[in-house]
């Protein structure tokens, strides 16, 4: 192992333009492949693991790629040997490989090596009384982050769309959009019909904002002075840091930090737990299509052509006191 930190210390400031030039096209390749999106997490975190992994072994990343394939995987072993020692986890470790094996195959290496992986701890339930606490922490500190941070959980939890999704969405819409959120804001509908596509599938998803998001909007709004017809631009001009931090800061106080994972998770399993004349099976279907997850074609083909927009509004509605918080009181 020290031999291992006395060449990371070499390498240190040795990165020219052929490790960023390596990235880039990595980058790319991704992009183009559908397998994240420009400025996601996905990225930022396959990018550090990768560049670890080169700071950690003092190999830069073009010397990696010349290596022949049992060069290769001796020196993926060393470096779950330097991730052992930090103390990672499995599944974190997992993770780090799984970046350096995906920038070996968009450069046509392919490397037979695996790590292990182990089921997460499973994490209970987000309470309504939680995301209650929250919201009431965020409401006492009225500020354009909180407010916003406000209406974002609100519509998380009654949409189950992703944070990547709700950060994308505008107020003017578009393909391919139902009708522009403001339009139907400003006409006081409820629930508001979201559409949108899935930018990893290309599967397009109709889910709603029901009455608590959509109240979470003209808070927003009102706080600064827009009225709902003229809003534009996007819904929620934060970073996803932004929103993650926010949450975190204001949850924890109670006891349970929230993440937006958490109130997707809400959406899904309290939607799914509330009972429709619908089969169940086909309710699930339809809960699981709500909130962008992917279904079999042939399931969702047969559920979906007995299902309107309209139609499954009015389930939605019907099934709503499942994930409704009683906010504001």
């Known amino acids: 192992m020290a031999s291992l930190k006395i060449m990371a210390t070499a390498y240190a400031n040795s990165m020219g333009d052929s490790t960023e030039e390596l990235l880039r096209r990595w980058y790319e390749s991704l992009v183009a492949e559908e397998k994240c999106r420009p400025g996601s997490t996905t990225w930022d975190i396959y990018r550090r693991w990768v560049l670890d992994f080169s700071k950690s072994t003092g190999v830069s990343l073009g010397e990696f790629l010349e290596m022949p394939n049992e060069g290769k995987k001796e020196l993926l072993k060393r470096y779950v040997l ?30 037979q090596f695996s790590v292990k992986t182990e089921a997460p701890m499973p994490k209970d339930l987000v309470r309504p009384e939680e995301i209650l606490e929250l919201l009431r922490a965020l409401e006492a500190r009225p500020t354009p982050v909180t407010v916003a941070t406000a209406a974002f959980v609100l519509v998380a939890k009654d949409s189950g769309l992703s944070i ?9 819409g ?9 339009v139907q804001l400003a006409k006081d509908l409820v629930p508001i019909h979201v559409r949108v596509r899935r930018v990893k599938t290309g599967v397009v998803h109709d889910s709603f904002i029901g009455p608590e998001g959509a109240w979470g909007l003209r808070r927003m709004l009102e706080y600064h002075r827009i009225d709902p017809a003229r809003a534009s631009g996007s819904i929620f001009p934060l970073d996803r840091k932004v929103i993650y931090m926010t949450m975190y ?22 939607m799914k737990l509330a009972r429709t004349e619908l089969h169940p099976a086909a309710w699930d279907i339809m809960v699981e299509h709500m909130a962008e997850h992917s279904v079999g074609r042939i399931q969702y083909a047969y559920f979906q052509s ?8 009015e389930y939605y509605m019907a099934s709503y006191g499942a994930i409704r918080l009683g906010y504001p009181p």
């Open 174 to 182: 578009g393909s391919p959009y139902y009708v522009p959120i403001r």
């Open 249 to 270: 800061r204001y949850s924890r106080r109670s006891g349970r930090a929230i993440s937006p994972k958490d109130l997707r998770k809400f959406f899904i399993t309290r």
């Open 306 to 313: 007995q299902l309107s927009p309209e139609r499954l509004k």
């Open 164 to 172: 990547a999704t709700l950060l994308s969405l505008t107020w003017e």
């Open 82 to 111: 330097v991730l052992k020692e930090r103390g990672l986890s499995t599944n974190t470790r997992a993770q780090a490989l799984a970046a350096v094996k995906s920038f070996l195959r968009h450069n046509d290496v392919f490397v």
